[in-house]
């Protein structure tokens, strides 16, 4: 083997151990890593399991709350697309915003799941992104869009090209417009405080999800799962006490 070659094949080897090392204890979304294991993996992710505002929920019996309009501050220059081997990730540069409630969110990253992990009125979808912002105290807040099949969706067939098919994989990308494409026209939303849907499974999140689906094909649904590993979702959680707000 030249040496290159063998020196390049080292250094990716490599940088999937670290993404790897980075996670913690291995969890997965079936089998002995499963989101019913979780708890029991690390005592980091003990929240996965004692935490009583977990996400994703099935969001039913909405409460009417005339809910203040998100105001979005989208440029959306984006830096690189991962694979992480749970989801693909597209990361933000700094600069786009959010404003909810009068509350300012930075957007970092988006990802993908299929199916969907929330539900509405007990409805699964074949996708949903997640819009993953934090505050300049670190507090989340997460603006979910859902994707039904149907059309191609054009910002899923803009990333396409760019989609790292192997875990560890990072790509340099500009998919400004395709990010903006993923985003429904209407931006009505229900809210609901809830967690990561991943280990820790941290709570105190913000869930602004967006009530209009757009749609997927189902040429896209599959090869998004292929890349991801899928299907990567977490079940539904209990609300317990939570209100959902329309
Ligand atoms: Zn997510």
């Known amino acids: 083997m030249p040496k290159a070659t063998a020196l390049m094949i080292s250094l990716s080897l490599a940088i999937s151990a670290s993404a790897r090392a980075d996670e913690?204890?291995?969890?997965?979304?079936?089998?002995?890593?499963?989101?019913?294991?979780?708890?029991?993996?690390?005592?980091?992710?003990?929240?996965?399991?004692?935490?009583?505002?977990?996400?994703?929920?099935n969001l039913a019996g909405a409460v009417p709350s005339s809910l203040a309009a998100i105001r979005f501050d989208y440029p959306l220059e984006t830096s690189e697309i991962v694979n992480n081997g749970h989801t693909v990730q597209i990361n933000i540069a700094p600069g786009s915003a959010i404003d909810a409630d009068g509350h300012h969110y930075l957007l970092k990253q988006v990802h993908f799941h299929t199916p969907s992990e929330n539900q509405i009125d007990g409805k699964s979808f074949a996708a949903e992104a997640h819009f993953v912002h934090a505050d300049a105290d670190g507090n989340l807040a997460v603006v979910a869009v859902l994707f039904d099949d149907g059309a191609a969706s054009p910002g899923l067939a803009a990333l396409d090209p760019a989609m790292p098919d192997r875990t560890g994989q990072h790509r340099p990308v500009q998919a400004r417009n395709a990010i903006a494409?993923?985003?429904?026209?209407?931006r009505d939303y229900f809210e609901y405080s809830g967690s990561?849907?991943?280990?820790?499974?941290?709570?105190?999140?913000?869930?602004?999800?967006?009530?209009?689906?757009?749609?997927?094909?189902?040429?896209q649904r599959e090869a998004l799962a292929r890349i991801m590993h899928g299907p990567n979702n977490r079940?539904?959680?209990?609300?317990?006490?939570?209100l959902v707000l329309d």
Request: hydrophobic content about 35%.
């Open 24 to 57: 913690g204890a291995h969890w997965a979304y079936d089998g002995h890593g499963g989101p019913e294991h979780w708890a029991e993996l690390s005592k980091d992710f003990s929240m996965c399991g004692l935490g009583r505002n977990q996400s994703p929920v």
């Open 196 to 219: 990561l849907t991943t280990p820790p499974c941290s709570e105190g999140v913000r869930w602004l999800v967006m009530k209009q689906p757009m749609t997927i094909s189902p040429v």
């Open 235 to 242: 079940p539904v959680q209990p609300l317990n006490a939570r």
């Open 181 to 186: 494409a993923l985003l429904p026209p209407s």
